[in-house]
C-alpha cells in the first residue's frame, strides 16, 4: 500500500510539473479547439436536418476535456501497474499502419487493427522486432480507457438527426465523442539501480518478457498526449442505453485483450493468438452493434394520434414543461394534434398539453413568450426532405451475406 501511495504521488508530481508547462497548455488548448470544432460540425449538420441549432458545442467539448482528464488519470495508473514500456513497441510504426488502414476505410482508423497487423507482421517475417505484449497491451489500455469514457460521456448531449435506413426515413442521435487525454507512461531508461525513485514490489511489472528479463529495469514516467473518439448513431435505443451496450461491448474486448498480453509476456505461444484476438476481437465489438441495430424496430418514428418527440432543445421552454423525448403530444388546450405546424399554430402564452408516455396521459403546462418557439424537435414527418443516409458497413454486409449463405448450406 505504501509502495501504491508513493507512485502514485511521484506520478502527481510528474502530472503537475506536466500541467504548469506552456508548451503542454499550448497543446492542450489546440485539442480543445479541435474538438470543440468537431462538435461544432456535428451541430450544423443537425440544424440542416431537424431545422433547430443547439448551441452546445462549447458545453460538450469542455464535459469531453474534464471526462478525458479523469480517464487519463485511470490510464495512466493501469499503465503504471501492468508495466507498459514505450520503449521498443513500434509506436511510429503503428501510427504509420493506423494511417494506410484509414485510407482503405474510416473505421480502420483505429490501434486494435493498425496494432493487430504490425504484431503479426513481426512474429510471422521477423524484419521488425518490437515486444508484441507489451503493444497490445497497449492497445487494450487505451480501449479500456475509451469503454468507461463512453459509458460516462457517450450519451451526453446527443445531437438528434433525421436519416434514412433500409428506404425509411427516421429518427435518430448522433453519439459522436472525443476526448483528449493527458496519460502519464513508463519508459525504460536501463538497467540498474536508479538514483531516485520508489521501489516497486517484486511481482511488477505484470507485463514484462521473462525469457529475456535480466536484472532490474529502471524507468521514468513521461507526459504523453493521446486523443480518443467514439461513433455511433442510434435509430433503435436511448441514447443513454446504446453507450452502456457499446461500453459494456468494448470493455469486454479490451478486459480479455490485455489478459492474453499478460499471458503472451510469459508463454510466448499465445503472441499469435493476442495478435489475431486484437483486429478481430473489435471487428466483432462492431459487429455486434451493428446486428443489435439492425435486429430491432426503429424507435423514433411518426405514430399516430399525435406529435412524437424526439427531442428537446435543453433550457427551453419545452424542456422546462417536463416534455421528454419519445413523448406522444395528444392535445394542445383541449385541440387535437397530429404535427408539429399544428403545434407551431395552436401554442400562444400558457398552454395546457397532454402527452402520453408510457401508457399514461400527463398534463403538463407550457408557457411561451412572444415570438418564443417551444424548442421541440419532432420525429420526421411527412415534409420532411433533408435526411443523412445510412448504410450498413460494406464488411459487415458481406460478412451478414456469407453467414447467411452457409446458413442455407447447412440446412
Excluded at 411518426?302 to 416534455?323: E, H, M, N, R, Y
Aim: with cysteine; charged share 15%; aromatic share 10%.
Amino acid at each position: 500500500m505504501e509502495q501504491a501511495l508513493e507512485v502514485l504521488l511521484l506520478m502527481g508530481r510528474v502530472i503537475m510539473v506536466t500541467f504548469t508547462s506552456p508548451l503542454f497548455i499550448l497543446l492542450y488548448l489546440l485539442l480543445f479547439g479541435i474538438v470543440a470544432w468537431q462538435y461544432k460540425r456535428m451541430e450544423e449538420l443537425s440544424e440542416r436536418l431537424v431545422g433547430i441549432r443547439r448551441r452546445q458545442y462549447l458545453r460538450s467539448a469542455l464535459f469531453s476535456t474534464l471526462a478525458g482528464l479523469l480517464g487519463g488519470m485511470l490510464g495512466s495508473i493501469v499503465l503504471v501497474l501492468v508495466g507498459i514500456d514505450l520503449n521498443n513497441i513500434g509506436i511510429m510504426q503503428l501510427w504509420v499502419i493506423a494511417i494506410l488502414l484509414m485510407l482503405i476505410n474510416p473505421r480502420f482508423l483505429c490501434f486494435a487493427y493498425a496494432g493487430g497487423l504490425l504484431s503479426l507482421f513481426s512474429l510471422l517475417t521477423g524484419l521488425i522486432e518490437i515486444n508484441v505484449a507489451q503493444l497490445l497491451a497497449l492497445v487494450a489500455v487505451l480501449h479500456l480507457v475509451e469503454s468507461i469514457l463512453i459509458l460516462v460521456n457517450g450519451h451526453y448531449l446527443a445531437v438528434p438527426l433525421y436519416v434514412q435506413k433500409k428506404g425509411i426515413i427516421q429518427g435518430a442521435f448522433n453519439l459522436q465523442k472525443f476526448w483528449p487525454i493527458p496519460l502519464v507512461a513508463l519508459v525504460s531508461i536501463g538497467y540498474g539501480e536508479a538514483s531516485s525513485g520508489v521501489d516497486m514490489p517484486s511481482w511488477w511489472p505484470l507485463l514484462r518478457d521473462y525469457t529475456g528479463f535480466v536484472g532490474e529495469q529502471t524507468y521514468a514516467l513521461l507526459p504523453v498526449l493521446a486523443i480518443l473518439g467514439y461513433g455511433d448513431i442510434s435509430t433503435t435505443r436511448k441514447p443513454w442505453l446504446r453507450a452502456r451496450q457499446s461500453a459494456f461491448n468494448l470493455f469486454s474486448f479490451s478486459l480479455v485483450l490485455l489478459l492474453l498480453a499478460i499471458l503472451a509476456s510469459r508463454w510466448h505461444i499465445l503472441l499469435l493468438a493476442a495478435a489475431l484476438f486484437s483486429p478481430l476481437g473489435h471487428e466483432l465489438v462492431i459487429w455486434l452493434g451493428m446486428r443489435d441495430e439492425s435486429n430491432k424496430r426503429p424507435l423514433y418514428m411518426k405514430a399516430s394520434g399525435g406529435l412524437k418527440v424526439l427531442d428537446t432543445i435543453p433550457g427551453s421552454p419545452a424542456q422546462q414543461a417536463g416534455i421528454q423525448t419519445l413523448d406522444l403530444i395528444v392535445s394542445i388546450n383541449g385541440l387535437n394534434l397530429e404535427d408539429h405546424d399544428e403545434m407551431i399554430n395552436i401554442c400562444q402564452g400558457e398552454n395546457i398539453i397532454k402527452i402520453k408516455r408510457k401508457n399514461r396521459i400527463l398534463s403538463c403546462r407550457l408557457i411561451l413568450k412572444e415570438g418564443q418557439q417551444a424548442g421541440i424537435i419532432p420525429v420526421p414527418e411527412r415534409q420532411n426532405f433533408r435526411y443523412l443516409q445510412l448504410e450498413d458497413d460494406s464488411i459487415f454486409d458481406l460478412a451478414r451475406r456469407l453467414w447467411r449463405y452457409i446458413k442455407r448450406l447447412l440446412h
